[in-house]
């Protein structure tokens, strides 16, 4: 359960999960804590659900986490509290800029922007030994899964916001 040993992807855990509080602390509160962790806990659960299939599942094993392949405690930390935090984040953006959501560019624009900001933060995991890819997974393969994925997270904030929204 406890990792073979702290090293440099734990530390990137960590600076990450403080850098997503430092953000929401930051930003203007323009979502209940219910529509933040509703929408957190669903980009959490997808992400759990892609990585059982493509990480965890036989036959494709098409990548790991972390130090071995077997679940550690900071797997748990990844999940629950980053994932959740990134998702808040989604939702908060979103309902900050919801406004000029209007057109389907600009909507286009936005998750373009989100899948690229994911994309380099997963790089970085890369490079810290956060992820670590086996044959047949690379950075192409997770902007396809994002450009699925976000329009899902998008439509599913929006409905979010639409719930939450005062008649």
């Known amino acids: ?8 992807n734990e530390i990137f855990t960590l600076v990450a999960l403080a850098g997503l509080m430092l953000a929401l602390y930051l930003l203007p509160k323009a979502v209940s804590w219910k529509a933040g962790l509703a929408t957190g806990l669903f980009f959490t659960a997808m992400a759990c659900f892609a990585d059982e299939v493509l990480s965890w599942m036989h036959p494709l094993n098409l990548y790991y986490t972390f130090d071995s392949k077997d679940i550690e405690l900071f797997d748990f930390i ?4 980053v994932f959740t935090l990134y998702g808040y984040l989604f939702i908060t953006v979103q309902s900050l800029f919801r406004a000029r959501l209007r057109s389907v560019r600009i909507v286009l624009f936005y998750l373009l ?4 900001f994911t994309l380099l933060m997963e790089s970085i995991s890369v490079r810290f030994g956060v992820f670590h890819y086996l044959e047949g997974w690379d950075n192409l393969h997770s902007l396809v899964a994002y450009c699925f994925l976000f329009p899902v997270f998008y439509t599913y904030a929006n409905w979010i916001l639409k719930i939450e929204a005062p008649d």
Do not use: A, R, S, T
Request: net charge neutral; glycine share 6%; hydrophobic share 50%.
């Open 1 to 8: 359960m406890l990792p073979k040993k702290f090293d440099e």
């Open 78 to 81: 990844i999940y629950i509290p």
């Open 113 to 116: 922007v989100w899948i690229g």
